[in-house]
């Protein structure tokens, strides 16, 4: 099993910054693909960035490009999502998730259903 940690929420007045991390631990997958997604509740759940554990190669929704930078460490343990610019609306439950990549040639979901294991989440309020 994975098991996934994130931290780094908290509050933050508009314009501010924030770093989260992802603690990943247990049996991790030989290649994945790992990433953040962030919910409100009564909204679906929006996948924000996400990156192919073979070539490191990342992949950022539009909504946040320019603005959340995600990247990973070298030992591949720990994912961060670095947040500029925060919004109000950006004011959210930020998850880390991650699924296996079956061939490495595969292109990364953002999609929530193609993911099967999850974090608790770290808040983020921006205000």
């Known amino acids: 099993d994975v098991q996934l940690v994130e931290s780094g929420g908290g509050q933050v007045q508009p314009g501010g910054s924030l770093k989260l991390s992802c603690t990943a631990s247990?049996?991790?997958?030989?290649?994945?693909?790992m990433g953040w997604f962030r919910h409100v509740s009564g909204k679906e759940r929006e996948g924000l960035a996400v990156?192919?554990?073979?070539?490191?190669?990342?992949h950022h929704d539009d909504s946040v490009k320019g603005r959340f930078v995600l990247a990973q460490d070298n030992t591949k343990k720990m994912l961060s999502l670095q947040l500029s610019g925060l919004k109000p609306e950006d004011s959210a439950m930020y998850y880390c998730?991650?699924?296996?990549?079956?061939?490495?040639?595969?292109?990364?979901?953002?999609?929530?259903?193609?993911?099967?294991?999850w974090g608790q989440g770290t808040q983020v309020t921006v205000s």
């Open positions: 998730a991650a699924y296996l990549l079956r061939s490495p040639l595969y292109v990364c979901s953002l999609e929530w259903e193609d993911f099967d294991d």
């Open positions: 247990g049996s991790m997958y030989s290649r994945y693909c």
């Open positions: 990156i192919r554990s073979t070539d490191g190669h990342t």
